[in-house]
Every structure is written in C-alpha cells, then in structure tokens.
C-alpha cells in the first residue's frame, strides 16, 4: 500500500472562515482509515462541533501557532480521542472561549482522551504526541478509565506540549 498525504482542504475544510469544517475532517478521517495516510492539516483556523477520533492515523498541522482546532460543541466533548497508533503534531487544540466557566472538573472538557472514542483502543504502540498546543481546556490530557489494565499509557512520546 502506497504512503499517501491526505489534505482537510480537499474534503471542503475552509480555514479562517468561522465555518463548520466538521464534516470535511469526518469524510477526510474515512480516507485516512482506507489509505493509512497522514492527514493534514494546513495552516489557518478550524472550527469542529463534534470530537476528532484517531484511530492508527497521523493528524499533522503546519505548526503550533500556524494551524488551530477549535471545537465549539457547547456539550464539551473531547476535541480529540487519541487511540493506539496514532501521532498528533505541529498543531493548537482548543475550545471556543465561551464554553468554559473556568470552574470545570476534572473530565470535563477534555483536549486529548487518551483512548478510542469506542473505549476499546488506549493510546499505545510507538504513539506520539508532539509540538502541540492545548488551549480552553477543562482537563488538557484525560482518561477516565483508571482501573487495570488501563491505568497506563504504553510506548508512548510526549513531546513539546504546551498546555
């Protein structure tokens, strides 16, 4: 199987147009599931109202001050459900600034889950997680499934984050 670099913007994202690019990230993710390519993420400001689920895929920005998620689901789930295989880079998270009264507890609006959306997958297996920004967050890096054998991330990089 070829190497492929998929594009948000070939899939209808519009960045810096206060726009929903939702949909452009879920078609682009159903690509990447097919290929195993990276997508990325070019430069500009995205707007998502509902969470990101990587899953064995590569979600690369232009850099951490150059490409900014911004998620503004006011039921705040996480931007991002980060599962086994997965490297995230060279990009800010955030949530609108509105949706947090900055009394949220632990768990609630989360930046990165550090799990599968569906539970099964914990973030593991030569992961990475690096030059990232967490911004408007509740909890920066979160997952709430402390019991064994889920307690611990396993080969996993944290690198250059900025929460």
């Not at 430069?43 to 911004?70: H, M, P, Q, R, W």
């Not at 611990?152 to 900025?162: D, K, L, N």
């Amino acid at each position: 199987m070829e190497w492929k670099m998929l594009n948000v913007l070939d899939f209808g994202a519009r960045p810096n147009s206060f726009q929903d690019d939702t949909d452009a990230f879920i078609k682009a993710m159903e690509e990447q599931r097919e290929t195993k390519g990276t997508l990325y993420v070019p430069e500009g400001i995205y707007y998502v109202s509902k969470s990101i689920s990587l899953l064995s895929c590569n979600l690369k920005g232009a850099g951490s001050f150059a490409t900014t998620i911004i998620n503004t689901n006011p039921l705040g789930e996480p931007i991002l459900y980060v599962g086994r295989s997965c490297v995230v880079s060279d990009l800010t998270i955030s949530f609108e600034q509105n949706l947090l009264s900055r009394h949220e507890k632990q768990g609630e609006f989360v930046g990165v889950m550090l799990r599968d959306k569906d539970c099964i997958y914990k973030l593991q297996r030569a992961s990475t997680i690096r030059n990232v920004r967490i911004l408007n967050t509740g909890t920066a890096i979160y997952d709430e499934r402390t019991e064994q054998p889920y307690r611990s991330v396993m080969s996993v990089t944290f690198e250059a984050i900025e929460i």
